[in-house]
């Protein structure tokens, strides 16, 4: 009987008892140079002396074999089973990753715009999904794992449409960011806003097709500026041609004017034609109401136009040419709201408010009847156009004994605070094109330091709440926007002694009104002291400061200048020149009125300084800087006044006027009730 070799009977055995999955990791042939030179029997063996797969049948054969040769053959069969178990994890490694790392540039060149490069559709999409490989081989745990997790957060294929429109950032957040340099911009004139609007408009285009609509202005004053931007309208819409962003009639355009009212100039469909509506801009009528319903006016073109904006799938910029605040401002959260949520950026083009203060001046000129006879005038109206901040925080105090009357007019560097707000909120800008020629004009790289407060009005009176010298601050603003501060009189008749001491008498009564109010404010403002370490804002640092420096200064004044009235009045001084009639109260660096007068004007004097050092080249300093150059202390100049011209006899009553002089008086005060009847409201 044939006995069949064990070995290879032992070898079939084996192959009969493979699994398939076994059988499908092992039929795949590999080059020649990656299968292991031990897989073949040693040469110098004979055809009957094979190396059995059982290792124990191995070592009884060679038992008698060197040491390092058993270790040797027991090695090479553990690098055997091993190499196996290698080549099986390679084999079922995808053929694509070989062929992506070969194609991988050792510096390769990226592509600044890589999202539409990936994905399902783009070029470095995967040839295999999980579920197709998962039918060529077996499936780990963790793929399994992996291609489970695949299923349940597969995402859902929506159609995506422009009618949702994605809205701007600010909209995101609860307030927008509204406290960086780009709330403001000075464009140096009408000519630079219409250039930064030119690169806002291309910027859009960009994006994707816009509606422009244009709000101006109505009043009288207005005319100038409206009649600059028609001029260059077509410019600004030819630089939009070149720039190659307006092509399919991707811009529309939209035009309104709002006083009183607000009447659509484009009433049916936005328009294209840049003759049509430069016309309709030279065609505005005056508003003669003086009043400037802004926020009614950007109310109503929102409801207007938002649905064409919509369906049009287009961007929304809604530029504002005025030159005031706005007299409906109370609806600005309203209003803040329903432009956000519809993404529209707003812009202005306006004035810069003035420092601390509601009213600023406009140069306008007009015509009058003056008795038949048309009389054209200029000269400066007061128009609303500030404050700058969401309420006041600049102590409106007069300057004793120096001329502070310059300091009047003071530019705030910002737009008024409504209507900045409404461009911070929604992603635009206020441009100022026009401030006043004889405003105090401050650098706007050092003035971007004291921003004012543009958050919701909620928020501003929640910081007043929590610091007690911000509150004492706007407390004490409002009351010199409230009430009149009294400027006590510095000169005084003294044609005899008795016109002198009454004339003194009569000073001192507003002086004790003053004084009043001035402890009033002392008592806020030193109630808030104790906050004043923990304001880290510079604005609202050098506002409490001057606010405070200020008060005492005065304070100190006041004193002093009682005293020194008492002292007149009881003792006459006497007149050294001849020919003086007149004793006037001059600023002197010498205090007599006592060691607790010159205790409040050191006190003064330290909040002072602290001001002009760390607050160089804004209204604080320069306000600051005009209050220490006035000494606090007070003396007696005498000099000479022609009363008589005056009008005024030598017992300081008023004279009785000639027929003819009362004749002239009387005309020229006719002149006046006659130009304040026809001057213009703005």
């Known amino acids: 009987m044939k006995t069949s070799r064990p070995g290879r009977a032992q070898n079939d055995s084996s192959k009969d008892s493979m699994s398939p999955g076994a059988s499908a990791v092992l039929e795949p042939r590999t080059p020649a140079s990656a299968r292991p030179s031990v897989s073949h029997p040693p040469p110098e063996l004979e055809d009957d002396d094979y190396i059995p797969s059982d290792p124990l049948a191995f070592l009884k054969k060679f038992g008698d074999a060197p040491a390092w040769v058993l270790s040797l053959g027991l090695h090479v069969l553990v690098l055997l089973i091993l190499s196996s178990f290698v080549y099986d994890t390679t084999r079922d490694l995808p053929s694509i990753l070989t062929t992506t790392m070969e194609d991988v540039e050792s510096n390769p060149d990226f592509d600044a715009v890589v999202v539409d490069q990936v994905g399902t559709n783009g070029e470095t999409s995967l040839a295999l999904t999980a579920a197709d490989m998962a039918t ?38 609860s307030t927008h960011n509204s406290r960086g340099p780009a709330v403001t911009e000075n464009t140096g004139g009408t000519e630079g806003a219409l250039d930064r609007l030119t690169f806002e408009i291309a910027s859009s285009l960009k994006e994707r097709k816009t509606l422009v609509v244009w709000l101006f202005d109505a009043s009288l004053s207005m005319k100038q500026r409206r009649d600059e931007i028609a001029d260059r309208f077509e410019n600004v819409y030819r630089q939009l041609d ?38 309709a801009v030279r065609n505005i009528p005056n508003d003669v109401s003086g009043v400037e319903n802004v926020f009614t006016a950007v109310r109503m073109v929102t409801n207007k136009w938002k649905s064409y904006r919509a369906q049009s799938r287009r961007n929304m910029l809604l530029i504002i040419v005025t030159d005031e605040r706005g007299d409906d401002y109370a609806q600005l959260e309203e209003v803040i709201n329903l432009v956000r949520s519809n993404g529209i950026r707003v812009y202005v083009v ?43 925080e600049y102590v409106r105090l007069a300057f004793w004994g120096s001329n502070g009357g310059d300091l009047e007019r003071m530019s705030a560097t910002f737009g008024p605070y409504a209507l900045t707000r409404l461009c911070a909120e929604t992603g635009g800008q206020y441009l100022i094109s026009h401030d006043d020629d004889r405003a105090h004009k401050f650098p706007l790289d050092v003035m971007r330091n004291y921003l004012p407060d543009y958050r919701p009005i909620r928020e501003y009176e929640a910081e007043l709440r929590k610091n007690k010298a911000k509150a004492a601050l706007v407390a004490c603003a409002r009351q010199t926007f409230i009430e009149n501060i009294p400027v006590p009189q510095l000169q005084f008749q003294a044609t005899n002694d008795t016109v002198l001491r009454q004339q003194a008498t009569e000073a001192q009564k507003p002086a004790a009104v003053l004084e009043a109010r001035l402890a009033e404010m002392m008592t806020i403002l030193s109630e808030g002291e104790k906050d004043r370490e923990k304001l880290t804002d510079p604005r609202w640092q050098a506002s409490y400061d001057l606010a405070m420096g200020r008060v005492l200064a005065m304070r100190a004044r006041l004193y002093g200048y009682n005293m020194v009235l008492a002292e007149m009045k009881a003792s006459p001084k006497t007149f050294e020149k001849p020919g003086s009639n007149t004793w006037r109260l001059v600023p002197s660096p010498e205090i007599t009125s006592g060691p607790s007068i010159k205790k409040l004007a050191q006190k003064a004097t330290e909040y002072l300084k602290r001001v002009v050092d760390k607050h160089p080249d804004t209204p604080w300093g320069l306000l600051a800087e005009r209050e220490l150059s006035q000494p606090m202390g007070w003396e007696w100049k005498e000099s000479t006044v022609d009363y008589a011209r005056l009008g005024i006899d030598e017992n300081g009553k008023k004279r009785i006027l000639l027929a003819d002089e009362e004749e002239k008086q009387k005309k020229e005060q006719e002149k006046r009730k006659q130009m304040q009847k026809q001057r213009p409201k703005l």
């Open 136 to 173: 060529n081989r077996a499936e780990s745990p963790q793929e399994q794992v992996l291609q489970q997790l695949e299923q349940e957060i597969r995402p859902v294929n929506i159609p995506l449409t422009d009618e949702i429109v994605s809205l701007p950032e600010s909209d995101l957040v």
């Open 242 to 279: 070149a720039l190659d962003v307006g092509a399919d009639k991707a811009l529309k355009t939209a035009v309104a004017a709002f006083g009183e009212t607000t009447t659509l100039l484009t009433p049916n469909e936005p328009i294209d034609d840049i003759r049509t509506i430069t016309q």
């Open 350 to 392: 306006g004035n810069a408010a003035p420092f601390g203060r509601e009213k600023g001046f406009l140069s306008t000129t007009y015509s009058y009847s003056d008795g038949g006879r048309m009389v054209e005038v200029t000269e400066d109206l007061p128009a609303d156009q500030g404050p700058e901040t969401v309420a006041p």
